[in-house]
């Protein structure tokens, strides 16, 4: 933006609520993307919750009021994360063609929902970011070209500074899908003491405030970098099933079910997450399995721990408990890292550039 005396306006669209469940408290794109963006230099966001707004109006009138906001404020982007098909493929497909917002998606989980869902949608958008660095490539055998490769990252916003004082050895924080249950019997069963938190766990959810005090007070904070796997009956209700934010569900259509299953039966690559940057963000220690390209993010050894197996993971958590200085010294080096190249505010001024808005960080 030439014109500093002009904001950069920016309607974000996305869930108020974790997966559209007000039980559940706020999503993380809300107080991560929509927290920072709000708090940008340059920036006037507003926010148009759909799953609120689809909870009150139904699915028709949300998607109706949403293209009266857009014609009424005129944004110079259209800021979407998508969940499912709450915001209908011809609103998004209007906004794109017949007004001068950009639209643009943030696909994080082109891992495993790329072949199932992003493909189908990315071709709506101007531009569609995607955190998986094998999907540009995919894109673009889709006829999308305006590709921006992105990563989750960490909103320093969130955290209250505390004196730091370690009251636990080992933790984990995440959901209890997959195999992280076997994971930490096994863990257990060869002496390491893991405390979890998550929906799944025996401790329960934690709140944003109370996860990052975990993460600072924890002297090794592990995290699993597999893709989202349902377990039990819900990975084959995923096959015929598809539920909205309001609670809602829908039957797949045939050839969605056949994209299902072959994602359920394909292997997943590790994929980075949140946590790889909240941990060390929040001034954690961060000992992570390792997923492709996390070493363009951080220095494996030197600002975070890696490890490649379970049995290194072991071995690993039995060095650092023991190895004050060093482990010191790699957290520091992590929140340092994260603090200065890996903030939401950093990622979204990049992607705004990318767009032809060239904004001043809010520390310049």
Same mark, same amino acid.
């Given at each position: 933006?030439?014109?500093?005396? *002009?904001?950069?306006?920016? +309607? @974000? ?6 997966? &559209? ?18 708090? /940008? ?22 998607? $109706? *009021? ?16 998508? /969940? ?35 493909? #189908? ?12 660095? *094998?999907?540009?490539?995919?894109? #673009? ?32 924080? &995440? ?11 096994? %863990? ?22 109370? /996860? ?19 377990? &039990? ?10 539920? $909205? ?22 292997? $997943? ?16 220690? +961060?000992?992570?399995? @390792? ?13 975070? &721990? ?13 060095? @650092? %408990? ?9 957290? %520091?080096?992590? @929140? ?9 505010? *950093? ?18």
């Amino acid at each position: 933006m030439n014109n500093k005396d *002009k904001s950069l306006r920016i +309607l @974000y669209v996305g869930l108020k609520w974790d997966y &559209g469940r007000p039980d559940l408290g706020l999503s993380y794109e809300y107080v991560n993307f929509y927290d920072t963006l709000r708090r /940008m230099t340059g920036v006037e966001a507003t926010v148009f919750p759909f799953d609120e707004e689809m909870r009150k109006s139904g699915r028709d009138g949300m998607n $109706r *009021k949403l293209l009266r906001v857009v014609q009424q404020e005129k944004p110079d982007v259209c800021f979407f994360v998508l /969940m499912t098909d709450e915001i209908e493929p011809d609103t998004v497909g209007w906004i794109t063609r017949e007004t001068g917002t950009i639209t643009l998606n943030w696909f994080g989980d082109d891992h495993y929902r790329f072949l199932t869902y992003s493909r #189908h949608w990315a071709p709506l958008f101007g531009w569609v970011i995607t955190t998986d660095g *094998k999907a540009v490539s995919r894109y #673009h055998a889709v006829g999308c070209r305006n590709v921006i490769r992105s990563q989750w990252g960490f909103n320093p916003h969130l955290m209250s500074p505390a004196v730091r004082s370690e009251a636990f050895d080992v933790t984990f924080v &995440g959901r209890a899908y997959g195999n992280r249950h076997k994971y930490v019997r096994q %863990l257990r069963s060869a002496g390491v003491d893991v405390q979890c938190w998550g929906r799944g766990w025996d401790n329960g959810r934690l709140s944003q405030a109370d /996860m990052y005090n975990v993460f600072a007070r924890s002297r090794i904070n592990l995290n699993f970098t597999e893709s989202f796997v349902a377990g &039990g009956w819900r990975r084959f209700a995923r096959i015929v099933l598809s539920r $909205r934010a309001d609670d809602s569900y829908h039957i797949n259509p045939p050839a969605s079910m056949a994209e299902h299953i072959r994602t359920l039966v394909n292997s $997943r690559d590790p994929q980075i997450k949140g946590r790889n940057f909240e941990v060390p963000g929040a001034g954690g220690f +961060l000992l992570t399995w @390792y997923a492709d390209h996390l070493d363009e993010y951080f220095v494996p050894g030197r600002e975070i &721990g890696v490890f490649a197996s379970l049995d290194e993971c072991v071995d690993k958590v039995r060095y @650092y %408990l023991v190895h004050h200085d060093e482990r010191e010294s790699i957290r %520091l080096s992590g @929140y340092s890292r994260t603090r200065r190249d890996h903030t939401y505010e *950093k990622r979204f001024l990049d992607i705004f550039r990318a767009l032809g808005f060239n904004l001043a960080s809010s520390g310049e």
